[in-house]
């Protein structure tokens, strides 16, 4: 599985998704999706939508087949950051951040392997990708540190792989 490959996929999928304004209706702003972990998140940058990579899963004994394949189980976490924690009156960064759950299920759930339909994003082996497990609304996500709190929610992304193995001195 290349893992580059389908961060940047999900990243433009993700990437298709509009800002959603105060009533649930799409603008003409596409979220910001991003492939890679930034150093920071600014304010600026919100809605927006980070994946990171946890640890794989790899059959014991690997059952290597006659094409050369493994299968590789890997998990993802794809964190959707919707709005500050503190910001405007009570309930109000909640029930923007609310607005969101429904409409990223039902994309991500829409697009089986999670491909953005660019061909260069195109990761070869995946045979299955789908969403596990989604968070409640929350401000317990990688960027919220000390003073600054986003608001917003979380996918465990499951991608089930064969990876072509090539073997040392072949």
Known sequence: ????KFRASVAGLVGQL???DDNGDPTSDHLNALAHLPQSLSETKLPCSVIFTNPSKFPTPPPVTIDRLSPETMDYILEFYITMAQAGVDFQAEERAELYLDYTRDWLQAHPQLWDGTLTNKPA???KAYPVSRTGITSRLAYSIGE???L???????VEADNTVVYYGQ
Do not use: H, N, P
Not at 152 to 158: A, K, L, M, N, P
């Open 1 to 4: 599985m290349d893992i580059a």
């Open 125 to 127: 082996g995946i045979q």
């Open 18 to 20: 509009y800002v959603l």
């Open 148 to 150: 600054v709190k986003y």
């Open 152 to 158: 917003g929610f979380s996918y465990v992304i499951r």
